[in-house]
């Protein structure tokens, strides 16, 4: 019984452990299934931990060079940055150069404008009182002077200086004019003066020519004159401008210029007679006239220039302000002829040229004859010097004795006031066997 109650109980006990084993075997079944299951998560946490160390590991790689690119840019930004900021730096410091040079010449011209503009208003005084005087004086200038064939001045918008010397209180207005204008001249500086002719204010251009034709009246201007582009700059505005008072300072300004021989070269080469005529056909103005007239009669002087100066139109202009009838442009208009005979005569007599006269050819002859005894008596003279020189070239002959020339060589061998003129006259009678013969 005993033995049974302990197998009972041995029996039981081992069932509760089978039981209890069998119990723990399956925990711990589902421990070994949730290990695995772990290790699988495990490893596949793993796996994205490599992916992500790896993304990051890239990243910080990417990171750094593009830290590295950012350090560089910034690197040359900053270079750049420098170089620009020294440029400009350099343009603000010539911007502030040049506008300091532009509010200096802005000064220096509004100086030299006022300079100008006194001068202006002494010249107009100088000009009423010029003409006055000339009104009163009588004209008994020489035809001669100390330029070719007898040229004087005319050119400086004051007068012919044929009538100036007469009067010591208008010579002493002259000098201190002059004298003013020279201290202008050499305060501002002949280049200064020379740039205002290109001036956009047609006051400021009327001056400046005016002052410049004031200078060319001297000797001792006019080479500087020439060599700063000063004739150039005449002869442009001559061309170009509309203005009656510039084509007239202008005008006068080339006149002084074309007293100097080789001016007169440059003039001629530069079309200067060109312009003139040009300028002789469009105006009306008697002043501007006298002005082309006198430029003209000064480009006459010089034998070498005859034929382009005919060629150019200057004859025919000479001749067609004519119509004006005033005294003083017919008075340059016979001093050119003067000239222009004189000079032929003369080269003709050395035997350096031959055949009829160009002023013969532009109908000369026929004025000369229809004006010779016209006008007042310096004007006079000069027609009948410029008659008794064309009379001296014996291919002129026929032209002479058909326009009734002869007769007017003897009114001018007994009549004329001057000894040359009369000269002249009875020379050509005397030695041209046709004019001999038409006499008998």
């Known amino acids: 019984m005993k033995r049974r109650q302990q197998q009972l109980e041995s029996f039981s006990t081992t069932q509760i452990l089978a039981e209890t084993t069998k119990t723990y075997e399956k925990k711990m079944g589902e421990l070994l299934r949730e290990l695995e299951e772990e290790r699988a998560r495990s490893a596949s946490m793993k796996g994205y931990f490599n992916v992500l160390e790896q993304q990051l590991s890239d990243a910080r790689s990417s990171a750094q060079f593009q830290e590295n690119t950012a350090r560089e840019l910034k690197r040359e930004l900053s270079k750049i940055t420098q170089t620009f900021t020294s440029q400009v730096h350099s343009l603000e410091e010539k911007i502030s150069q040049l506008v300091s040079e532009k509010e200096l010449i802005y000064e220096e011209l509004k100086s030299t404008q006022a300079k100008v503009q006194d001068e202006a208003s002494h010249r107009q005084s100088l000009e009423a009182e010029v003409l006055r005087l000339k009104r009163s004086k009588t004209d008994n200038c020489a035809e001669e002077s100390k330029t070719l064939c007898g040229m004087v001045r005319s050119g400086s918008g004051l007068g012919s200086e044929a009538f100036m010397h007469k009067s010591g209180n208008l010579k002493e207005t002259l000098a201190s004019q002059r004298g003013t204008i020279s201290k202008i001249f050499e305060e501002v500086g002949l280049p200064n003066v020379l740039a205002l002719l ?12 005016k002052v410049v034709a004031n200078l060319a009246a001297e000797d001792i201007n006019q080479e500087k004159i020439v060599e700063e582009g000063g004739l150039d700059a005449l002869l442009s505005l001559l061309e170009t401008s509309e203005n009656t008072t510039i084509h007239r300072a202008t005008a006068g300004a080339i006149a002084n210029l074309a007293m100097n021989v080789s001016n007169q070269a440059l003039i001629m080469n530069k079309g200067g007679a060109r312009l003139l005529a040009n300028i002789a056909s469009k105006t009306d ?22 034929a382009m100066l005919k060629q150019d139109g200057g004859i025919k202009a000479l001749l067609g302000m004519f119509q004006t009838g005033h005294t003083d442009v017919i008075a340059q208009i016979a001093r050119g002829l003067a000239n222009f005979a004189k000079c032929e005569s003369r080269v003709i007599s050395q035997g350096h040229k031959k055949g009829r006269s160009l002023l013969i050819e532009d109908g000369v002859l026929s004025w000369i004859m229809a004006n010779s005894t016209m006008f007042p008596p310096s004007t006079r003279r ?32 007994r009549e004329s006031s001057r000894d040359d003129a009369r000269n002249l006259a009875k020379k050509a009678l005397n030695s041209n066997p046709a004019f001999l013969k038409e006499i008998q």
């Open 198 to 209: 290109k001036s956009e204010e047609l006051e400021v251009q009327i001056h400046a020519v």
């Open 285 to 306: 103005d008697p002043q501007t006239m006298r002005m082309v007239a006198g430029a003209i009669a000064n480009l006459c002087g010089n034998e070498k220039w005859h």
């Open 382 to 413: 000069h027609i009948e010097l410029a008659f008794c020189h064309l009379a001296q070239n014996v291919e002129n002959s026929r032209d002479i004795i058909i326009t009734g020339g002869i007769k007017e060589l003897l009114r001018i061998s």
